[in-house]
């Protein structure tokens, strides 16, 4: 840049002190060191950083925004997913207490058919048993007349006499019991 | 052997005024001054004028050198620190342009100066001075006193800590002007090497692979020196604010 000026300012032959401690040129450093960084300053704290602070808080906010929406957003669709469950849940347990309700009224409803035929079976089977019974005693008392008919047949076949009629009656009697 | 001195020359470049019988010239360095902080403003309004919600690149810088310096004053002077947010930005922002561009052959490094460290680091150690009476009042002198110390011993300490308090603007300066000049100074010689050895016949051309390669590899060091270096100047002024906020040891 400028180099060539900065020999043609000093003296030839003139020994130059060590640049950065030459005091003569302390002044104009200081005073652009003082009106640059003043202004450096101001331009920073009134407009750059304020701007960019604003910016990075303003993405953050956004952020942190997005975020709690997003969770309200979670937390609703965890209430619905909650919900649905109970509804299923509900509606499980109401179908399994109808289908035991039917099942319950059904197998007394049978319970009850069940009983009154097995009464019915049961009067038949008792009448059947009379019947049985009255035909058995019928057959009996026949069974001995002609138990006496024949024995006294069979006696007056071997002994030529009719044997008396009592006789007989009480004999077969006896032998009936034995 | 090209003067590696001749690269820290003050140019005047034309006069402006005086000031208390002090001549006040617009100089190279003045020159790379306003081109810093002229610079820096320029980007960070360009770069965020459309305030997007999802930043492009050069507005993810902007963002980053932001955040940057945020953590930085949070991490060394907790919330209370944030005052000083834009005064310690608009300083690690200045000092990093500054020796960033200072670099760029051809070009003047204003933090290879004194003076202007100096001017800093005193800024610095008097905010700290003036807001620490101003905030704490006399219990600012808590600092200079750490708890749990016996009586016996207590004046050496409060003379060391007293002393270690006066010397910070000269290590805080000190350590970016010298970093600055040494840097310079050896990237320069380094330089020089390749010209002369250049000039000594194919053999010379050579030789001069070597300190070209240096100048490459010191090149990268001084990119780094020169970010570590405002980082190092920034953070320390965040320590030194947070002796100002929280006097107590």
């Given at each position: 840049m400028a180099t060539t000026t900065a020999h043609t300012e000093q003296p030839a032959g003139h020994k130059e002190p060590f640049p950065p401690f030459n005091s003569q040129t302390f002044a104009s450093q200081l005073f652009w060191l003082v009106i640059t960084f003043v202004f450096l300053y101001v331009m920073m704290a009134k407009v750059a950083l304020p701007r960019i602070g604003a910016i990075i808080d303003t993405r953050q906010k956004r952020i942190d925004d997005d975020l709690a929406h997003a969770q309200k957003l979670k937390a609703e669709s965890d209430a619905a997913l909650a919900s649905y469950e109970k509804a299923l849940a509900d509606a499980r347990n109401r179908g399994q207490a109808i289908a035991s309700e039917m099942r319950d009224k059904q197998a007394a409803a049978s319970e009850a058919t069940r009983k009154t035929l097995e009464t019915q079976l049961n009067a038949k089977l008792a009448d059947a048993e009379k019947t049985i019974a009255a035909t058995k005693t019928a057959a009996m008392s026949n069974v001995s007349a002609i138990a006496q008919d024949a024995a006294a047949t069979i006696v007056e076949r071997l002994t030529g006499t009719k044997p008396q009629e009592q006789a007989v009656a009480a004999a077969v009697a006896g032998a009936l019991k034995r | 052997m090209a003067d590696p001195i001749h690269q820290f020359n003050i140019v005047n470049l034309f006069p402006v005024t005086q000031i208390g019988g002090h001549e006040i010239s617009f100089t190279n360095s003045a020159a790379f001054m306003v081109l810093a902080a002229g610079g820096i403003t320029a980007f960070l309004l360009a770069t965020t004028?459309?305030?997007?919600?999802?930043?492009n690149r050069l507005q993810s810088v902007a963002e980053l050198s932001y955040e940057f310096v945020a953590d930085t004053i949070q991490s060394t002077a907790?919330?209370?620190?944030m005052k000083f947010f834009p005064f310690v930005f608009s300083l690690f922002m200045f000092v990093l342009v500054a020796n960033l561009v200072g670099l760029i052959p051809y070009t003047f490094t204003v933090t290879s100066h004194i003076i202007i460290t100096a001017a800093l680091a005193i800024t610095v150690f008097l905010i700290v001075l003036i807001y620490g009476f101003w905030k704490h009042g006399l219990h600012?002198?808590?600092?200079?006193v750490p708890k749990g110390?016996?009586?016996?011993i207590l004046p050496l300490i409060v003379f060391i800590e007293v002393l270690s308090f006066l010397s910070r603007p000269i290590s805080h300066s000190v350590r970016l002007f010298a970093n600055m000049l040494a840097g310079h100074i050896t990237l320069k010689v380094f330089a020089s090497f390749i010209t002369l050895l250049g000039s000594a016949g194919i053999l010379g051309i050579a030789g001069a692979t070597l300190p070209l390669a240096l100048v490459v590899a010191l090149t990268a060091l001084e990119l780094l020196v020169a970010f570590l270096q405002a980082y190092v100047f920034a953070i320390l002024t965040c320590i030194y604010l947070n002796d100002a906020i929280h006097p107590g040891h």
């Open positions: - | 004028a459309s305030r997007s919600l999802v930043p907790g919330k209370e620190g600012f002198f808590n600092l200079f110390i016996p009586i016996y």
